[in-house]
């Protein structure tokens, strides 16, 4: 099946698994031609500039949105006060250790996307949160709110959205009312801190033409990230949850 287009979200400064997860894209789909990022590059993680350069040195990374932690930090520290205790920790040491260069170009990160994907017309919309609220809103599968982005995709024509957030990864596709078209609607998962208790990185691949997708999962050395938590003087409850996957 060709796949062409790879998702990657909320990577929250986990170079390890962002490595790990580019080179499984080169290895098992060399047909993927671009890369997708619905935001959170940084937080919680001990490696925020390296992931910056990594990504903006991947060329087939021709899209990324902003997240809630791109925001806060970019924005020296913005809206601290909505995250955990453990999420503020590691927003503050990320608005120090990150250049003012590196943090304007988090904050200059657009909400919102809506391109079309190669030579394919299909039309794609990228988010990390909702298309109501771009940086906060939740969406998980089968609730109201997920239900209700079907009309909103019929009425704006979009064959395909791209979200994050929620680090649980979810793959949701529907035959438009109005067009007969099938509509995907996707959460990748998290390359870098996963929440649906399986610790392995998750990204998405999507077959454009044919409007099929999939989630893949992908081991990474957990432990080395964890020892570069606690190096980093972050909490080590930060390098803990992630071989829980929660």
């Known amino acids: 099946m060709p796949y062409t287009l790879a998702v990657i979200s909320d990577i929250h400064a986990n170079l390890t698994a962002l490595d790990t997860v580019l080179e499984h894209i080169k290895q098992e789909y060399p047909e993927i031609i671009e890369i997708y990022c619905p935001g959170d590059l940084v937080g919680y993680g001990p490696d925020p500039s390296a992931v910056i350069d990594r990504i903006l040195k991947e060329k087939h990374v021709t899209v990324i949105t902003r997240g ?60 990390h949160g909702s298309p109501t609220y771009p940086l906060d809103e939740y969406i998980l599968l089968g609730t109201s709110q997920q239900k209700d982005l079907f009309p909103f995709m019929d009425l704006f024509e979009l064959d395909i959205l791209l979200l994050g957030h929620t680090h649980i990864p979810f793959i949701d596709i529907q035959i438009s009312k109005d067009s007969g078209k099938r509509m995907i609607m996707m959460n990748s998962g998290s390359i870098g801190q996963s929440r649906d208790r399986d610790p392995r990185a998750s990204y998405g691949v999507i077959d454009v033409e044919k409007m099929n997708a999939e989630i893949i999962r992908v081991d990474y050395d957990i432990d080395l990230v964890e020892r570069k938590i606690i190096e980093a003087s972050l909490p080590e409850y930060l390098g803990q949850r992630l071989h829980k996957g929660i």
Do not use: M
């Not at 791109?70 to 453990?86: E, Q, W």
């Not at 920790?89 to 657009?110: R, T």
């Open 68 to 127: 809630n932690h791109d925001h806060a930090v970019g924005g020296g520290g913005r809206d601290i006060a909505k995250f955990n205790p453990y999420a503020q920790k590691a927003i503050n040491w990320q608005v120090v250790v990150l250049s003012q260069e590196e943090k304007s170009f988090l904050y200059q990160l657009p909400n919102s996307r809506t391109c079309i994907h190669g030579s394919f017309p299909a039309r794609i919309a990228i988010v």
